[in-house]
């Protein structure tokens, strides 16, 4: 069975520019997560899907940042105009709709803002 | 809402000594708890967790967590550590009610020979 995947793995963009981040979960999760970790600090909540609806958004940082997950399979994350200090590492976790359970996380997207 | 705060973002140890990394967490339901792993380049791994009944819970590699409600707390221990244990640990908390989950900030750990 295939993990939660991200792409990319890498991305340097300019101040300015827009990029977007892509989440595969593991097929069936119901529960899709987002989360930041800058500078080796805490991985900060960004927000959360149950299917295809937005359980939370309290996290996302400001209207710059838009999520979606049309049709409650992938999701991406889109970052318009994107500013330094939204440089960090964006995790994707996906879970069963069992809150009890294991969630399982990508690897990772490394964002660079130059 | 829940939060956690990992106490101590830096721990260390020598080879075979005692690892304990604490968590303590706050939510107005009982919570689930987790901790994860995170090695160097991979991505975060489930080392154990609590839900319900024994609240002393053991994990891979060697670890085990106790859950205590009077606390608040999810410390997570080890008798001995390896050198292979050097890693990154968060831990974790999910209520039931919304299958939120928020993370501490995480605690390094070295393992010196």
């Not at chain 1, 399979?73 to 440089?87: C, M």
């Not at chain 2, 975060?44 to 002393?56: C, F, P």
Request: with cysteine; net charge neutral; charged share 20%.
């Amino acid at each position: 069975e295939a993990g939660v995947t991200q792409f990319p793995s890498h991305s340097v963009i300019e101040k300015g520019q827009t990029v977007t981040l892509r989440c595969d979960p593991i097929s069936g999760h119901d529960n899709l997560y987002w989360y930041r970790r800058v500078m080796g600090k805490e991985i900060k909540f960004l927000l959360h899907f149950v299917k295809e609806s937005k359980q939370d958004e309290s996290g996302m940082p400001n209207n710059r940042f838009l999520a979606e997950r049309t049709g409650g399979t992938y999701s991406t994350l889109k970052v318009q105009p994107a500013e330094l200090e939204d440089s960090g590492v964006y995790f994707c976790a996906s879970r069963t709709e069992l809150p009890n359970t294991e969630a399982f996380f990508g690897q990772g997207t490394r964002l660079t803002v130059v | 809402a829940q939060s956690v705060t990992q106490l101590g973002s830096h721990v260390s140890v020598s080879e075979g000594a005692l690892v304990l990394l604490r968590c303590n967490y706050s939510s107005s339901v009982p919570p689930y708890l987790f901790w994860y792993v995170q090695y160097p380049n991979q991505g975060l791994q489930l080392l154990l967790k609590y839900t319900t009944g024994a609240t002393l819970v053991k994990g891979i590699n060697g670890f085990e967590a106790e859950f205590k409600k009077s606390e608040t707390s999810f410390h997570l221990t080890k008798p001995s550590a390896h050198m292979s244990d050097a890693a990154e640990y968060f831990c974790a908390v999910t209520l039931a009610s919304n299958n939120d989950m928020r993370f501490g900030a995480g605690t390094r750990l070295t393992v010196k020979p």
